[in-house]
């Protein structure tokens, strides 16, 4: 049974930094590629970086880059996003993913891609 756990959200200040985790239990990283999505109140869930089965290709929606940082620690079966400078327009639930349908490299940025999910974190930067 794949299980996917977040933490690490909480209320931060303009240009503060957050780290999310993502504990991971019932796969196995190398046939798994990962994603961050978030959903802001009101609006719909998106796309906020990838990282690949091979765990060497990323992807960030534009919105993020040079800003956000998606990694994974295989010891500890855990995903994170490391999040400086953060903006008010960052806030929402932050949902880590997984697909077992991704190529080696590829980094999904749809949701319709990934089968497993999170039970999300809540990230609030306040102005």
């Known amino acids: 049974q794949v299980q996917l756990v977040e933490s690490g959200g909480g209320l931060v200040q303009a240009g503060g930094s957050l780290r999310l985790s993502c504990v991971v239990s019932?796969?196995?990283?190398?046939?798994?590629?990962m994603g961050w999505f978030r959903q802001a109140p009101g609006k719909e869930r998106e796309f906020v970086a990838a990282?690949?089965?091979?765990?060497?290709?990323?992807a960030y929606t534009d919105s993020v880059k040079g800003r956000f940082t998606i990694s994974r620690d295989v010891a500890k079966i855990t995903i994170y996003l490391q999040m400086n400078s953060l903006k008010p327009e960052d806030t929402g639930i932050y949902f880590c993913?997984?697909?077992?349908?991704?190529?080696?490299?590829?980094?999904?940025?749809?949701?319709?891609?990934?089968?497993?999910w999170g039970q999300g974190t809540q990230v609030t930067v306040s102005s």
């Open positions: 993913a997984s697909t077992s349908s991704a190529y080696y490299y590829e980094t999904p940025r749809t949701g319709t891609s990934y089968d497993y």
């Open positions: 990282l690949s089965r091979s765990g060497t290709t990323t």
């Open positions: 019932g796969l196995t990283f190398s046939s798994y590629g």
